[in-house]
Nanobody, 122 residues
Framework: QVQLVESGGGLVQAGGSLRLSCAAS????????VAWFRQAPGKEREFVAA???????YYGDSAKGRFTMSRDNAKNTVDLQMNRLKPGDTAVYYC????????????????WGQGTQVTVSP
């Protein structure tokens, strides 16, 4: 069983940066992939980024070149550094953990956090 708690969301102007963190409980955290998804009002949940057990990263098209994901297995944390934010990045961001066949597929993840709101003003 893994419990995930996101933090770091907030309000930022376009062009600014935010760093999201996901803290996990459970001694098996290092064996899981961890991903970030986001969901804006009226839209489907969208894949943002994922990181594998060895640190390999995967990014959705919206995140490439602007977002960087990292993990610290000793601290059971995963971070998402988001730069050059745009109003279109406004959403609730969710952290998820699992052993996915496809890192970008939300249904592949067993454990989810409650989400953190990111709002980017024009």
């Amino acid at each position: 069983q893994v419990q995930l708690v996101e933090s770091g969301g907030g309000l930022v102007q376009a062009g600014g940066s935010l760093r999201l963190s996901c803290a996990a409980s459970g001694r098996t955290f290092s064996t899981y992939y961890v991903a970030w998804f986001r969901q804006a009002p009226g839209k489907e949940r969208e894949f943002v980024a994922a990181i594998g057990r060895s640190g390999a990263t995967y990014y959705g098209d919206s995140a490439k070149g602007r977002f960087t994901m990292s993990r610290d297995n000793a601290k059971n944390t995963v971070d998402l550094q988001m730069n050059r934010l745009k109003p279109g990045d406004t959403a609730v961001y969710y952290c998820a953990a699992g052993i996915p066949a496809t890192p970008s597929r939300a249904t592949s993840y067993n454990y989810w956090g409650q989400g953190t709101q990111v709002t980017v003003s024009p």
